[in-house]
Nanobody, 124 residues
Framework: QVQLEESGGGLVQAGGSLSLSCAAS????????MGWFRQVPEKEREFVAA????????FYADSVKGRFTISRDNAKNTVYLQMNSLKPEDTAVYYCSAKMGSYYYIRVYEYDYWGQGTQVTVSS
């Protein structure tokens, strides 16, 4: 089992920045791909960014490409999401996810583990 805990959400004005962190604990010796998703009420959870097991490959949703950066520090079992130039439409609960594997994954059903989520609110 792997436990994930997000932190770093909050309220920011449009154009501002936030940095999210996701700390993994438990069975972390295996290679894990990591991802960030987000969800607003009454909508499906949507893909934001993904990173492969060693951080060598990343992938982004078109809506955040060029503004968000995903990274990881395996020594700390932590993955990050740096969010710049935030827009009101980025407002959502952001979830960290993990999947045992060396590649990267972009679909909700591909992930095995999920954090509880952290709220990001961008005011206009």
């Amino acid at each position: 089992q792997v436990q994930l805990e997000e932190s770093g959400g909050g309220l920011v004005q449009a154009g501002g920045s936030l940095s999210l962190s996701c700390a993994a604990s438990g069975r972390t010796r295996s290679a894990f791909a990591m991802g960030w998703f987000r969800q607003v009420p009454e909508k499906e959870r949507e893909f934001v960014a993904a990173i492969n097991w060693n951080g060598g490959t990343t992938f982004y949703a078109d809506s955040v490409k060029g503004r968000f950066t995903i990274s990881r520090d395996n020594a700390k079992n932590t993955v990050y999401l740096q969010m710049n130039s935030l827009k009101p439409e980025d407002t959502a609960v952001y979830y960290c996810s993990a999947k045992m594997g060396s590649y990267y994954y972009i679909r909700v059903y591909e992930y095995d583990y999920w954090g509880q989520g952290t709220q990001v609110t961008v005011s206009s």
